[in-house]
């Protein structure tokens, strides 16, 4: 019998946290709390915006002595709710399917620059590039979420909309398909 495969968002970030357990003999329930479960839970839920199955902070990427085992590229800085501080959010695909897997492997500098362009505002060269993405690899779920926000903030006016930083860092949590033909734009 074959089986759908389920899919997961699982976000890590590092950091110290209290362990703490309550209850009786008969039903005992422990939890965690801290700022880094706060965190990790907070990039767990940007899995849905990124419709990607592992994101991890760049502060976690640091610890990881080697990386050479692992397939990633950087989606952004991103300013997570409840924080003052900016958060590098790093995908992590080794396993995706070998099709994406190797179009995100084919497309990883040109995702750096339009990542880079977005984040210093320009929002022209970033639009162009991800729109290149997208051409080769359609299902790129993290260059759609960005080419429809660059999208929708040039449909908001004329041109670009200028937004200070902490708004354009501050990424929403939803994702609604493109509403239009990728070659109209």
Known sequence: MQYNPINIGIGLHSGKLMLGTIGEAE???????SDAVNTASRIESLTK??????????????????????????????KIRGKKQITDIIE????????????????????RKAVDAYHTKDFTESHTLFKEIINDAPEDAAALY??????????????????D?????????????????????
């Not at 039903?27 to 709390?33: C, E, F, G, L, W």
């Not at 419709?51 to 800085?77: A, M, P, Q, T, W």
């Not at 992590?92 to 995702?111: L, T």
Request: net charge positive; aromatic share 12%; with cysteine.
């Open 27 to 33: 039903r005992m329930d422990a939890t965690v709390i």
């Open 165 to 185: 930083e902490e708004n354009v860092n501050d990424i929403k949590i939803s994702y609604s398909p493109l509403a239009e033909d990728l070659s109209s734009t």
């Open 92 to 111: 992590v695909f080794n396993e995706d399917s070998e099709y994406m897997k190797g179009a995100k492997i084919r497309n990883q500098e040109k995702f």
């Open 49 to 78: 915006a990124f419709r990607c199955n592992l994101l991890i902070s760049g502060d976690f990427f640091e610890k990881i002595e080697d990386k050479s085992g692992y397939h990633y590229r950087v989606l952004g800085k991103v």
């Open 146 to 163: 960005y080419y429809e926000r660059l999208v929708s903030m040039k449909r908001k006016s004329a041109g670009w909309v200028k937004k």
